[in-house]
């Protein structure tokens, strides 16, 4: 073989090479597009790929089973202080229950913030009081735990909480 034919050959090679590798992420590209667009979701519905593209409602009757539409219904007014020679997060709040049914047990996520707006620690605490339906409750002097002593800004948000609904139909209470 003379050297020009050794380089067709080799390049052939290559060629082929090139189109297998393309063949295969084709279809693995394919095989993934496939299966997620029959893979069930968590809430028992299949979601087609048009629907994944459209913003997915939230149900409109919030019947107390889905705690993420209870906590959006309960509002939290908070003023920040420090504890415990400045070594401590304390916070008072006021809680406001929008639901038509009372919720407790609330799971609360602070997060510490630098001057520099960098975080600088996370704090989870529940505060285990309760609210009735369309009650307010105020609540002086909470205390979230240790916090560095670089935070000067905090932001506290509900992450959980319980409903009388969701609990007497799970059999929790």
């Known amino acids: 073989m003379t050297g020009r ?3 067709t050959v080799q390049d052939t090679k290559k ?8 063949i295969g992420i084709g ?9 997620d667009l029959f893979t069930v979701k968590p809430n028992g ?22 705690t993420s539409i209870s ?6 007014k908070a003023k920040y202080h420090s504890i415990a020679f400045n070594t401590g997060l304390g916070v008072s709040m006021t809680l406001k229950n929008k639901n038509p049914y009372a919720v407790y047990d609330f799971k609360l996520n602070c997060i510490a913030y630098a001057d520099s707006d960098k975080v600088v620690g996370e704090l989870d605490k529940e505060l285990n009081k309760k609210i009735e ?10 205390n979230m735990g240790f916090v560095s ?3 000067t800004k905090f932001n506290c948000t509900i992450i959980g909480l319980h409903t009388d609904v969701r609990d007497k139909a799970l059999g929790l209470k």
């Open 5 to 7: 034919n050794i380089e």
């Open 15 to 22: 060629m082929t090479t090139k189109k297998k590798w393309l």
């Open 71 to 76: 906590i959006e219904n309960v509002d939290l």
């Open 133 to 142: 339906a369309g009650k307010t409750i105020n609540v002086s002097d909470f």
């Open 149 to 151: 002593d670089q935070a």
């Open 45 to 66: 519905s299949s979601i087609t790929s048009a629907q994944s593209l459209s913003k997915v409602e939230k149900p409109k009757v919030n019947d107390g089973m889905d």
């Open 27 to 35: 279809i693995f590209i394919s095989l993934n597009f496939i299966v």
